[in-house]
């Protein structure tokens, strides 16, 4: 060709032009890509170090992260017991400010209960006998509140309890009350505080409380080793988008046909991820979806305690985490239980608590994720609430992982092979890890040591078939004063249940709680540990009642004297009054007022029938002579022998549906202490009463000086 003739790209000049631009572009092109790539590395993990919803990569074993991995996920709440274990007891100040405001707890907008600026609220860790003092200021415009210390004795401090209506007035919006109280020498674990006002707890008013067991020097003069290289702090609850008052007015109604509100969502340590598109348009949500699920980091070489807290209102919880040892050591506190490895721990109930022993074998699987798999129990669930994910995974990152190995190839250590692992431990069949020595002492029915009740949600038509929670035909609704500081005959008979209780450090007191309800009720007793002789319910497919009353006989005239003045019929009536407590006498008096006979061959409503055969009415009951109540057995509890050998102790206890649950107390600690269903919605319902344990027959604790109450409700 020649120069000057014009080829397929023009010219010779042209075409070397064309070349200087390619190369240029080329060149360009790939400073931009580098450019870009050194970018993205550094946004990633600027994002990641910055977010909340940290992103840990799985990486491959053979390759070393291009970056360090930080030690502490977004859900980690690092405890500190070497801050705490090898000192002397002391007094800890706290100043705390309550607010409310809006928060995106799972992505979704919510108005939620802040402590100094948290959500929930600052975690407060101790030592067996320090003296905590928590100055409270309610910074709420229209809101009263009041802050219990779930599981705590309380002892000597029972107007510090926290319980509206019973210790204490709520704090008034813009007041101040200081919390002071010791904890006991012999009382450690894990516990909690909450609001003990309105509902305020389903909305964040909420916050962990630890306390660690001293460490005591060992033969060789040294303190002794921790068992745990780590501690965290996990708290899970069910969440509803809409206010826990809104909630609560839903419940409230005819409408509602005593079917508790099924939650939104659930959240651990205050975090959670929604999705958004699972939305009701009934009830639109402000919904950011959040990237990604927040997670935990562990190191696979470390032993971890887990102190797990239910805070939530109505359902229970199943925790489970792939490929580790995962066991239960202690229940609500420091109570020991016999420990049972297994791959999933439940039903961990609202107001109970679990520690976790969690560790992986030296050969753990190469694969670095694991997760935290969370599940909500839906036996209390009767409607569906397609907006919830009832069972999510939290991703579980795990570092310092060894290589994969021959031995581990297979994901399955060689050492785990030879540890026995149930797949599922049952939290309701727990022993206590030492037996009792001597064993206890079997219960007699006795009016001074043994009370029976009876729970249950009813919807009456005098009451416009709202649902209400009673025990004992006891509906709760406080008086405009504390019992703590009123006399008894000033306390409401036909709304407030409260047996006198004498005090003693020597006896126990049985109590009975059946529950006579399609769905279960965990029971929480302020003020004392107990010990669960036994926990039963029926089957669901039977149509039975399942309670047990220890003062019913097998003696057949006083079974047909039962029989027959009990009616199992609608129609048959029981006075709304029929159990109250009489300020003079120390024991539980029950007057039926109407029954009627029946034959119809339904089951007998257990309330009815145990109220009909103490009546002092009625010519049935004169039958029964000295002589026949002498040679009279017993009838032994539905669901077998009670154990007095191991029996677990707990502050909180869930008693099965149209089951019963059988509790032995010491009432060694004077005061008014509250017991209650600990689903929200229940005991927001009424579904609680009292226990008066010493004290003045008439007076109470009116008597004593409470000048704090007094003062808090004056304000």
Same mark, same amino acid.
Request: charged fraction near 15%.
């Given at each position: ?8 790209? /023009? +010219? ?46 799985? !990486? ?9 991995? @930080? ?16 000192? *002397? ?19 979704? $907008? ?63 919006? /813009? ?91 659930l959240l651990v340590n205050g975090i959670g991820s929604y999705n958004c598109s699972l939305a009701m348009p009934a009830y639109p949500a402000d919904c950011v979806q959040k990237p990604t699920m927040p997670g935990m980091i562990f190191n696979a070489q470390k032993r971890y305690r887990l102190r797990v807290v239910n805070a939530g209102s109505l359902a229970g919880i199943t925790i489970s985490l ?36 969690l560790s992986w074998d030296k050969n753990v699987s190469h694969s670095r994720t694991s997760g935290l798999e969370i599940a909500l129990d839906q036996d209390a669930f009767f409607y569906p609430n397609p907006a919830l994910n009832p069972t999510q995974t939290f991703p579980a990152y795990l570092t310092n992982v060894p290589p994969m190995t021959t031995s581990n190839a297979t994901g399955t250590s ?5 540890? !026995? ?39 009456? $038509? ?28 000033? =306390? ?6 409260? @047996?006198?209780?004498?005090?003693? %450090?020597? &006896? ?8 006579? &309800? ?14 669960? !002789? ?49 300020? +003079? ?10 029954? %009627?006979? +029946? ?16 009546? %002092? ?5 004169? *039958?029964?002579?000295?002589? +026949? ?5 017993? *009838? ?36 008014? =202490? ?21 004290? &003045? ?19």
């Amino acid at each position: 060709m020649l120069r000057g003739d014009v080829g397929p790209y /023009g +010219s010779l000049r042209g075409r070397r032009r064309f070349g200087r631009m390619l190369k240029l572009l080329l060149a360009t092109t790939a400073l931009i890509l580098i450019s870009a790539s050194a970018l993205y590395a550094s946004f990633s993990w600027d994002y990641y170090s910055k977010s909340p919803w940290k992103y840990v990569p799985a !990486l491959a074993p053979s390759h070393p992260p291009v970056a360090p991995r @930080p030690e502490i996920g977004p859900l980690d709440r690092v405890l500190h017991p070497e801050d705490h274990v090898y000192r *002397k007891p002391k007094t800890h100040h706290y100043n705390w400010t309550v607010t409310s405001g809006v928060r995106r707890p799972d992505g979704v $907008a919510k108005h939620v209960y802040l402590i100094n600026n948290q959500f929930p609220g600052p975690t407060i860790e101790g030592r067996a006998g320090d003296r905590l003092e928590i100055n409270v200021h309610n910074n709420l415009t229209e809101e009263g509140l009041a802050m219990h210390w779930h599981g705590l004795h309380m002892r000597g401090s029972n107007h510090y309890d926290g319980a509206v209506g019973f210790t204490q007035c709520p704090i008034p919006a /813009g007041g101040n009350f200081t919390y002071k109280f010791e904890v006991s020498d012999d009382q450690w674990g894990t516990f909690w505080y909450h609001s003990h006002s309105q509902t305020q707890r389903a909305d964040g008013l909420y916050g962990g409380l630890v306390i660690h067991k001293p460490s005591h020097n060992g033969a060789d003069g040294r303190p002794h080793k921790p068992k745990f290289d780590e501690e965290r702090l996990v708290i899970v609850n069910d969440l509803y988008h809409r206010s826990a008052s809104d909630v609560l007015a839903w419940y409230m109604r005819a409408n509602s046909n005593a079917m508790e509100p099924v939650p939104d969502s659930l959240l651990v340590n205050g975090i959670g991820s929604y999705n958004c598109s699972l939305a009701m348009p009934a009830y639109p949500a402000d919904c950011v979806q959040k990237p990604t699920m927040p997670g935990m980091i562990f190191n696979a070489q470390k032993r971890y305690r887990l102190r797990v807290v239910n805070a939530g209102s109505l359902a229970g919880i199943t925790i489970s985490l792939p490929e580790s040892n995962l066991t239960a050591i202690e229940v609500d506190g420091g109570n020991k239980i016999s420990p049972v490895p297994a791959e999933s721990v439940g039903v961990l109930y609202p107001g109970q608590r679990v520690d976790l022993s969690l560790s992986w074998d030296k050969n753990v699987s190469h694969s670095r994720t694991s997760g935290l798999e969370i599940a909500l129990d839906q036996d209390a669930f009767f409607y569906p609430n397609p907006a919830l994910n009832p069972t999510q995974t939290f991703p579980a990152y795990l570092t310092n992982v060894p290589p994969m190995t021959t031995s581990n190839a297979t994901g399955t250590s060689l050492s785990r092979r030879n540890i !026995l692992t149930v797949p599922y431990f049952d939290l309701s069949s727990a022993t206590a890890l030492h037996p009792t020595t001597p064993e206890l002492p079997p219960l007699e029915p006795s009016i001074a040591k043994t009370m029976v009740l009876y729970a249950t949600t009813l919807m009456l $038509a005098h009451q416009n078939n709202v649902p209400m929670g009673y025990i004992n035909h006891t509906s709760w609704r406080s008086s405009s004063s504390p019992l703590i500081s009123s006399p008894r005959n000033l =306390w409401e008979n036909g709304t407030q249940l409260v @047996p006198f209780v004498p005090h003693s %450090s020597n &006896d126990f007191m049985d109590i009975v709680i059946n529950n006579i &309800d399609d769905s279960g009720h965990p029971f929480h007793l302020h003020g004392f540990d107990f010990d669960v !002789l036994a926990t039963w319910g029926i089957d669901k497919s039977s149509k039975a009642w399942g309670s047990y009353n220890p003062f019913e006989t097998i003696d057949p005239e006083v079974s047909s004297t039962a029989t027959t003045r009990s009616s199992p019929t609608s129609t048959s009536t029981v006075s709304s009054s029929a159990s109250t407590t009489s300020p +003079s006498t120390s024991t539980l008096t029950s007057t039926s007022t109407s029954t %009627s006979t +029946s034959t119809s061959s339904t089951p007998t409503p257990p309330l009815a029938r145990a109220l009909a055969k103490r009546s %002092s009415t009625g010519t049935n009951a004169k *039958k029964v002579t000295k002589r +026949s109540r002498s040679k009279a057995e017993h *009838k032994p509890p539905p669901g077998g022998p009670l154990n007095y050998h191991n029996p677990v102790r707990r502050d909180t206890v869930f008693v099965p549906r149209h089951g019963y649950a059988v509790i032995r107390l010491r009432p060694d600690n004077p005061g008014i =202490w509250m017991l209650h269903c600990h689903l929200l919605w229940h005991q927001s319902a009424g579904m609680a009463m009292a226990l008066q344990v010493g004290g &003045d027959r008439a007076m109470a604790f009116a008597g004593e000086k409470h000048d704090v109450t007094v003062e808090l409700c004056a304000a």
